[in-house]
Structures are given as C-alpha cells and as structure tokens.
C-alpha cells in the first residue's frame, strides 16, 4: 500500500525486496569495492517464501527479472518484518546454515548501511522488547498496568494473588514477539495456573487487566498520531484480547489529548519514526499503555478507521512535505488489490502454485 502511495503522489520507485530472497534470487554488488557503487539486484518476489521447495523456486528465477537499486545515501529503505534469508539446500550441516545466517545479514545490514533505514536497526530492535516498553513508557509518564515479568512461580503466584484479592482479573503475554510462537493475551484461569511451573524456561508478562473503557490502536508516523477504536460486533466482552472478538473491526477515534504529549515522548525515546501502539481506557478515560509493535498493523486504521496512514508514511519516506492533501487522501480495499498485484504474482500465478502444492504435500 505504502509503495503505491510513494509510486501514486511522487511518482518515485519502490520495488519491494524480500530479505528472503538473498542471496538465492536477489544479490549485492560491489560491496566493499573502492570506486564502485553498491548496488541490490532485487529478484522478483514470490507471493509466498515459506514452505518446503522454496529454495529450489527462486534458485529457478531468471536473472533478466532482477531490479536494480542503488545502496547510497539518497535511497531510504522501510525495514519491515525481516525475514531470515532462505539458504540454499546445499547447506544441511546445522553449524554451516548458522554461519551463512550470520554472514547473510551482516553483509545485507552492511550494504544498507548508507542508506536511510525506517526505523533503524537498534530501534526497530529494542523498541520490540515489551519489558523495556514498559519500562519507559512508565519513565514518560504514561499510565501502565500493574506488571510483573518472571520466570518464578512463587513470585507469580503471589501477583496473581494480590490482584485478585483485589477484585481484578490477571492477563498473561509474551514477554518479546515470536512468530514462531504467537498467542493471544489471555486472562490467567485454572488451566493457567497448572502451567505456572513450566515458566522456569523462560519468562512471561502478568499484568492486571484495565477494563472498562475502549481498545485503541495508535499509529505514530513521526509527530502524527491517528487513532481509531477497535470494537467487536457484539455489546459484550468476550475475551482480553479484541483481537479474538467476534469481527473486530477499526472506527475513527480522537487520542485523549491529556496523553499525547506523553506518547509523542515515548515515540522519541524508543527512537522510532514510525510505532504501531495499543492503549486501554479505564472506566475514567484514563489510556493505559499496553504495547508498541515497530512493525505493527495498521492497513485495517485506513480501510475501517478512515486514517490516512499510508499517505503519512509515505511523506516521511519520500521526505516531502504535501501543502494540500490528494484528493484521495484515504486508500480503499480496491487500491490494496490494486498494489497486491502489482507487488507480487496473482495466487493463480504457476509461480504461486507450487510452494502451495508443497506445502500442502508437507502437512
């Protein structure tokens, strides 16, 4: 959508590069040569790259497909949900595939290293660590729930204890993003609790539940803050997390303005330009901060909400300020089919066709 928009109002090339590709179908060139400009030779991008066979598909891409971008300081790269390169299937022995991992990245972080990165690595990084979100969300004044992050379950079931005795309910998350191992926040029960011992392993976030007021999704693009309220369909609260309601969906919605200052600050001390955050109203008003993804989603704020949210990124990337907005400031589900397709290949695609057909053969 973003490189729609950038291709849309400044007319400005964006090919769209899957770290997954490198070195497979997409190389560097000149890298490290005295005299020569380095350069990324983008590989046509797969619709999907996961799944068994993959490899052998982009190993298959013709080099007469490959685009070519300059890696210098007047290219700005969004660095958004990096994917670990797809070895080549050569490499089996488990300590050659860590070093080419290693190799790989260090030498793709190097080749950009000219380049304009949103947001930069060290914050795209640490501003994922949801304990030190906490931490200085707390330090910006910013109203947090009652948390505690720990691998003891006597320490646990002490806090679970204590909020309750106080007629709350206890929620429990992950303590850092896994993709490998998403879940829902949920609201500690007895299930929960015969698990508590298995915590030993690695440490999880218990926090009191606010309840009450509304869920809000913020999206911060540099000093611009857009909002919308997330709601299911039905009157009740089903679960802690909206995410599980029945059709959540976004609707337009005001940041309290006794908080704005103090996001804009947190937004500035985690270093980010861009930050996807999720706030809580008490039964007062009162926005509690929950989390902040760097790379968080935020499409539905424009095609539910009515945020302008593309434009804004794009702006930023482009480095350009607009005097007035479009006149189609808001992007629909038709301009998301629209950049979908010029993106990446149809799913009827015969390139598409076989990483589905291997995966279904490997489930």
């Known amino acids: 959508m973003v490189a729609q928009r950038l ?22 060139y000149g890298l490290g040569v005295p005299g020569t400009r380095t350069e990324l030779r983008v590989g046509r991008p797969l619709a999907r790259t996961v799944g068994p066979g993959v490899a052998s598909l982009l190993l298959g891409q013709s080099t007469m497909d490959r685009t070519t971008v300059p890696l210098d300081t007047g290219t700005t790269v969004w660095w958004r949900r990096f994917r670990k390169p797809i070895l080549h299937p ?34 795209e990084e640490s501003a994922d660590w949801k304990p030190y ?21 006597d320490e646990i079931e002490a806090f679970v204890a204590k909020i309750e005795a106080s007629g709350r309910r206890v929620v429990y998350k992950h303590a850092s993003s896994s993709a490998a191992f998403g879940m829902p ?23 009191a539940e606010v ?24 009157k009740e609260r089903h ?36 930050g996807i955050y ?3 109203l008490d039964t007062a008003g009162t926005p509690f901060f929950l989390e902040v993804n760097p790379s968080g989603q935020w499409l539905d704020m424009e095609l539910e909400g009515g945020q302008g949210v593309s434009l804004a990124i794009a702006q930023m990337l482009a480095g350009v ?25 149809p799913r009827g695609n015969l390139e598409w066709q076989p990483v589905f057909a291997a995966e279904r053969a490997g489930t």
């Open 133 to 153: 979100q906490l931490q200085l969300a707390v330090d910006c004044r910013l109203a947090v729930p009652e948390t505690i992050c720990s691998t003891d379950q």
């Open 321 to 345: 300020e607009m005097g007035e907005k479009p006149a189609r400031s808001i992007y629909t589900h038709a301009d998301l089919e629209r950049a979908y397709a010029s993106a990446v290949p």
């Open 211 to 234: 309840s009450g007021g509304v869920d809000l999704r913020v999206a911060v693009v540099g000093e611009t803050i857009f909002c919308c309220e997330w709601r299911g369909s039905d």
């Open 278 to 280: 999720d706030f809580k």
């Open 90 to 123: 050569d490499l089996q022995d488990a300590d050659l595939s860590a070093f080419a991992r290693e190799t790989l990245n260090s030498t793709l972080r190097s080749a950009l290293g000219k380049c304009t990165v949103v947001n930069s690595w060290h914050a």
């Open 239 to 274: 679960f802690a997390d909206i995410k599980l309601e029945n059709d959540p969906r976004m609707y337009p919605a005001v940041f309290p303005a006794g908080a704005r200052t103090e996001l804009l600050n947190l937004h500035r001390r985690l270093g980010l330009r861009l």
């Open 7 to 28: 291709r849309d109002e400044f007319g400005l090339s964006c090919p769209i590069f899957d770290a997954a590709t490198y070195p497979l179908s997409s190389s560097i």
């Open 185 to 207: 926040t949920r609201i500690v029960d007895a299930a929960a609790r015969q698990r508590f011992a298995s915590l030993k392993y690695a440490p999880t976030l218990f926090q």
